[in-house]
């Protein structure tokens, strides 16, 4: 049993996108959004309904309300306009559920722990890529502002 639990995490390189400028981040596979939604200025979207997580174990969690829409950039492949979910993931920036993954008709090879691709990408899609001007996720956390800094503005 003890072989079943826990271990390295599944987690796949993605880009996320907006107006030609991206980031490049890591996901969990089965949206840090704050500081993305600040680094695009992008406005969140609230929901229509609110929708509540549920933990490991079945436990209720955070409630969602609220959407960031941006491009997303998995192993190359473009997808455009994805409704990121926000909400507080500890320790990952973005989970890629699993209906999505699904309905994208993306499979999954956890032995290898790599992403297996159905369909052919276009080279046009491949290009978009090439072209994205890349920062460090780093830069996107704002530091607080010093106060000393703060003196000659009132």
Request: glycine share 6%; aromatic share 8%.
């Amino acid at each position: 049993m003890k072989d079943l639990i826990g271990g390295k995490s599944f987690n796949v390189p993605i880009k996320l996108a907006h107006n030609g400028i991206a980031t490049s981040t890591n996901s969990l596979v089965d949206t840090g959004a704050n500081e993305l939604a600040r680094f695009f200025n992008r406005k969140f979207q609230e929901l229509p309904f609110k929708c509540c997580m549920k933990g490991y174990n079945g436990a209720s969690g955070r409630v969602i309300d609220r959407t960031l829409t941006l491009n997303l950039w998995v192993d190359g492949q473009r997808f455009r306009n994805v409704p990121l979910l926000v909400t507080d993931l500890g320790q990952h920036s973005v989970i890629l559920g699993q209906k999505w993954l699904a309905a994208q008709d993306i499979w999954l090879d956890v032995k290898n722990q790599h992403l297996v691709w159905l369909s052919e990408w276009s080279i046009s899609e491949q290009m978009v890529e090439l072209m994205l001007k890349i920062v460090l996720q780093s830069i996107l956390k704002c530091p607080d502002p010093k106060p000393e800094h703060q003196t000659d503005a009132k």
